[in-house]
């Protein structure tokens, strides 16, 4: 991602939305400008980056440990959609001293003092998340997407009441009203599907909708290829007059890089996690846009009701060395090297769609527009989903097993995404490698069904070879050279 800091400086020139008026803070403007603009100008520190030296000497155990994963990232091909690879510049924050700072509350009205420095961080980080979504409004304190989505729910709907999300069998996510989660437990799901081929069924939708007379809906997904109309989602939760959350924690780099139509003005609120596609670390983000300034249940504005949801409701002390590592991810996320990187993430992942459907590969919806796609492994190679991703593992492909819709044997699929392999600069000829290295695996278990998940020493000899080969020839970018 070199090149992703290199363009950072001159962004703002390069076309990237503008920057919408801040949204209402309990102290003046001036306050904020002037903590920002006096870091700017103080000389630059010694930061405390000794922590690794000290860690190998005083705990080798646990060095050994995380260095045995950082060569395992090295030298796998990591497949997995729910997962990318974050600059060393995002990881060096998460390794700071803000770590030592307690800081309950917003910038300017903490519970504790010594908070001005942290507060200008804070600030920084709401300030890039809006420039980079085209949002009115922004939390950027939430510790992930899942704690994002249960706070919007306890703070709009009262226990019992009724929220539409789409089903887990169908790609929707747990948060979404999975009986085995908060949003399942607590309130009265009704999880709407896809039809027969896959996709939504906007129409069905809305009949849903009517039944039952929701008073939140979800969209968005953690395994849907196709692209999400949230446009149409909101016609559907005004006719019924219900709240509507964007998820897009799968396609968050996508939006932020011009690849997908933005949710931001046409939901109530957009939860994202920070790490899938921003690239940036483990976290969360609120955002709203036209109707930040709406009334909300119970009184105030909807803004206003997530600041108190987020703090004192359903947080304490908010993750500061997250909060300025989501601030360096926002800034990473909003130049053209990243809009390129997204549209490389789109173009590698359709390319892998085809090139597997040619190798006679049943691919969910016929092919994807993100950076995800789905096949049945079952009825393409009568593999389980489960068996089929060890044996991947086994030689040296990441990837996930995977609940398809309509599935009646469980996980029958695996779930294949392109964040990663995009980041190392893999295009659409590295795919066609991919697709075969895939192919060469699953088959190889098929035909040695007696081996359960086992390729064979041989096929695994031979693609564990390939990927390094691969590997060595588009490292993860600027990360050490490990040996293999």
């Not at 930061?47 to 155990?61: I, N, S, T, V």
């Not at 703070?155 to 399942?184: C, K």
Request: net charge neutral; aromatic share 6%; proline share 6%.
């Amino acid at each position: 991602m070199s090149e992703l800091r290199r363009d950072a400086a001159g962004h703002a020139a390069a076309g990237a939305l503008p920057d919408p008026p801040l949204d209402p803070r309990p102290r003046p403007d001036d306050a904020r400008s002037a903590r920002l603009e006096t870091g700017a100008a103080e000389a630059p520190a010694e930061l405390a980056l000794c922590g690794h030296a000290k860690l190998r000497q005083d705990d080798p155990l646990l060095y050994r440990l995380l260095a045995r994963e950082q060569r395992r990232q090295q030298w796998t091909l990591a497949m997995v959609a729910a997962s990318s690879v974050a600059d060393p510049s995002v990881l060096a924050c998460e390794g700071m001293t803000t770590t030592n700072v307690t800081a309950e509350g917003y910038p300017g009205a903490r519970l504790h003092a010594g908070c001005h420095v942290v507060d200008a961080i804070e600030e920084l980080a709401v300030e890039r998340a809006r420039s980079l979504f085209g949002a009115s409004y922004a939390n950027v304190q939430p510790h992930s997407g899942t704690s994002a989505n249960s706070i919007l729910l306890c703070s709009l709907l009262r226990p019992g009441e009724r929220l539409m999300g789409l089903h887990v069998a169908a790609g929707g996510h747990l948060t979404h009203g999975a009986s085995d989660s908060l949003s399942g437990r607590y309130f009265e799901a009704v999880p709407y599907g896809v039809d027969d081929r896959g996709w939504l069924d906007y129409d069905a939708i809305l009949a849903q909708a009517r039944e039952c007379r929701p008073r939140v809906i979800f969209c968005g997904a953690s395994a849907y290829p196709r692209v999400v109309d949230f446009e149409r989602f909101r016609r559907i939760a005004d006719e019924v007059s219900a709240y509507l959350i964007a998820d897009i924690s799968h396609i968050a780099g996508l939006v932020a890089g011009r690849q997908h139509p933005s949710p931001i003005d046409h939901c109530h609120f957009t939860t994202t996690s920070s790490y899938k596609q921003l690239y940036g670390p483990r976290g969360g983000l609120i955002l709203s846009g036209r109707d930040h300034a709406a009334a909300a249940p119970g009184g105030g504005t909807l803004s206003e009701m997530v600041q108190r949801a987020v703090f004192p409701c359903f947080q304490s002390t908010p993750n500061l060395s997250s909060i300025a590592a989501k601030a360096r991810a926002f800034d990473l996320a909003a130049t053209p090297a990243f809009r390129a990187l997204a549209a490389r993430i789109v173009a590698d992942s359709r390319e892998l769609a085809a090139r597997l459907a040619a190798r006679g590969y049943a691919v969910v919806t016929g092919g994807t527009d993100n950076h995800l796609l789905l096949v049945d492994v079952r009825a393409s190679r009568s593999l389980g989903g489960a068996q089929a991703e060890r044996a991947l593992e086994a030689c040296d492909i990441v990837t996930n097993r995977q609940s398809l819709p309509h599935d009646a044997d469980g996980a029958s699929g695996l779930r294949f995404g392109t964040n990663t392999l995009a980041a190392r600069g893999m295009g659409p000829s590295e795919m066609a490698t991919c697709a075969e290295l895939i192919d060469r695996v699953l088959t190889a278990v098929r035909d040695r069904a007696a081996t359960g998940h086992d390729p064979g020493d041989e096929t695994r000899a031979e693609v564990r070879a390939e990927v390094r080969r691969l590997c060595a020839a588009f490292p993860l970018p600027d990360y050490p050279a490990q040996a293999s």
